[in-house]
């Protein structure tokens, strides 16, 4: 037997931006909040809810910036509209292109969210590696 991942987290300044980004960007739903006095989080994920094959993600506050180049970042692939109409939707929504040293040649664009966190939006279905 294997595992999958369940979840993934992502602490940050202010979980209602973030959620209403992600879930706009995934057409996530917003599954749940926990309190622990001043910090909360909020995990959204398929509106299919918990359990299935895709992981939630949960975006917990904390006020500790990030420092440096994230070490995990997500990869988007576009699912009903090619990648220039994706990446457009994806500016609209507050996505900001993100320049790490890419040449212009590589196959997916960088981009960050509202809090600088880099994801991609990758052109065309990468191989693994």
Known sequence: ???????LVLDCRDPEV?????CEVLDFVELGREYAGEDYAIEIGPREGFGGPQATIVLRSGDES????????????????DPDA?????????ARP???GQTGEEPWNVLTD???????LLKARLDPL
């Not at 037997?1 to 979840?7: L, T, V």
């Not at 973030?18 to 992600?22: E, H």
């Not at 994706?86 to 507050?94: A, F, M, T, V, Y």
């Open 98 to 100: 993100a320049d790490i």
């Open 1 to 7: 037997m294997a595992c999958r991942i369940g979840e």
């Open 66 to 81: 990030r420092r440096g180049k994230s070490r995990l970042h997500l990869d988007l692939n576009p699912t009903d509209r």
């Open 18 to 22: 973030l959620a209403r980004f992600w």
């Open 114 to 120: 509202p809090e600088g966190n880099e994801f991609c």
């Open 86 to 94: 994706e990446l457009e939707r994806l500016l609209e929504l507050g």
